[in-house]
């Protein structure tokens, strides 16, 4: 669930309730890694609040979303939070608002009414609060505490204003009115996205999921653990907009045999009949993206489909979603070395040419691009481009254990949230890896969404 109900509160584990963390090659790179992803978090914040009138920061889009200037303060709330107190022992700037931005206290449909920062001193709050931290970050021994090693707080907050940034760019694609963000678009297709296969075999056997070593990962992406798996085929790209019309015209909408029982129920009474943002006129199926109405491009992946959406379509397909180990296998999981690793391309972090991540398009990219971030099974587009559903429910990893405080992860594990993996066009780099976990209920579309679906391998 890519929400404000992270991070938020107190510390609330022991200093032993993390596992081991890598050791950085130098406390000056860390300390200049920290402030480069404190600094790139900040201007997107900027730009995606910069952008627009007070008027739209302070209107609520939709019951969905917070507004705006909601995120704007609650991102400073958190980074004083967690990096001014509880690692730099500070006191509190202005105590005050702390119940305004505790994302558990107030749901998002009560926030308009709350009396909240108005826009210029949100700013000036927010940016007060990074001063202080980068003068902390420089002082900061990055080491002797579990929120101090390896920078891991300074990472969480990271991390958590990126994820805010989804969030805003969410609100900005659910507000109605003349566009307010720009973007290139994404390169086209290779020349070999047309022959590559629907689908590709991932072999049976064990390998590791989740982690132990990478230093910002969180809680519920912990411990490592081997799994075993018997063979599956995965489709070698996301479902696209052209093969999700063909499910749409044969009727499958309105078939309920290639639906749960609850997602049936969901469709019929929320009136389910396309993607959100689709509408059908003059014979062309049209899309509204970020205030913009286009023709469906119909080689992209799909987007903004429900988790009932896309389980109907693999029905009618003939298969399945795949299950959140599946999936890990097939982004992480070398044959050749038999490890896993950090991403599907290997361990160095995401280049422009291995995925479509930080906003740099506002929208995914074709079907069968980035050929340099495919993963040693044939599989492209698992980082990026959209969230994929999985068959999962979120759970806990054997061995879990809540750090730094069990709201981030802990309240949410049960079967009312599905997994969701691989990031998407919105997702910085710094919050995705391989073992990023995201979770969201089954009737969740103005997410970044969409997914591709799996099978049984054949056996003898």
Request: with cysteine; charged share 25%.
């Amino acid at each position: 669930m890519i929400d404000d109900a992270r991070p938020t509160g107190a510390p609330a584990a022991g200093p032993d309730a993390r596992p081991p963390l890598e050791t950085p090659a130098s406390l000056e790179a860390l300390r200049e890694t920290i402030a480069a992803e404190l600094l790139a978090a900040r201007a997107r914040t900027a730009a995606l609040t910069d952008c627009v009138e007070d008027r739209d920061l302070t209107a609520q889009h939709s019951p969905l979303m917070s507004p705006l200037v909601w995120d704007l303060a609650h991102i400073g709330n958190q980074e004083e939070l967690w990096l001014l107190r509880n690692v730099g022992h500070r006191d509190p700037m202005h105590p005050e608002i702390d119940p305004l931005y505790d994302a558990f206290e107030h749901p998002r449909a009560e926030r308009p009414s709350l009396p909240l920062l108005p826009p210029n001193e949100a700013r000036a709050y927010a940016h007060e609060v990074r001063g202080r931290v980068l003068d902390l970050l420089g002082e900061s021994p990055l080491e002797g505490a579990p929120l101090l090693d390896a920078g891991f707080a300074f990472g969480m907050i990271a991390q958590h204003e990126q994820q805010h940034d989804e969030t805003m760019l969410i609100t900005h694609q659910l507000r109605v009115g003349e566009p307010a963000l720009a973007a290139p678009p994404p390169p086209p297709a290779p020349a070999d996205a047309a022959a590559l296969p629907a689908d590709v075999l991932v072999p049976a056997g064990p390998f590791t999921m989740g982690t132990d070593t990478e230093p910002w990962a969180l809680d519920n992406e912990r411990p490592a653990h081997r799994v075993e798996l018997p063979a599956f085929r995965l489709d070698t790209t996301p479902v696209t907009n052209g093969a999700y019309l063909r499910f749409i015209a044969d009727g499958g909408y309105d078939e309920p045999r290639w639906w749960t029982p609850e997602g049936w129920e969901h469709r019929r009474t929320a009136r389910l009949s396309a993607p959100l943002f689709w509408r059908h006129e003059d014979g062309q199926w049209l899309r509204r993206r970020f205030g913009v109405l286009e023709p469906v491009p119909l080689d992209e992946p799909v987007l903004h489909v429900s988790w009932y959406e896309a389980d109907a379509y693999a029905r009618w397909a003939g298969r399945r979603l795949p299950t959140e180990a599946e999936w890990e296998k097939a982004a992480r999981y070398d044959p050749a070395t038999d490890r896993s690793r950090r991403f599907p391309w290997g361990d160095a972090p995401p280049a422009p040419g291995n995925a479509n991540l930080g906003q740099r398009h506002l929208r995914p990219a074709p079907a069968g691009s980035y050929p340099d971030g495919e993963s040693p099974h044939g599989v492209r587009q698992l980082m990026g481009d959209v969230w994929e559903w999985t068959a999962s429910d979120f759970r806990p990893y054997p061995g879990f254990r809540a750090w730094p405080y069990k709201e981030y992860s802990e309240v949410f594990f049960g079967p009312e949230y599905k997994v969701l993996r691989g990031g998407c066009f919105a997702v910085a780099p710094v919050a995705c890896r391989g073992t990023f976990r995201n979770w969201d209920y089954p009737i969740r579309r103005q997410i970044f969404a969409g997914f591709r679906t799996a099978a049984d391998a054949e056996t003898d």
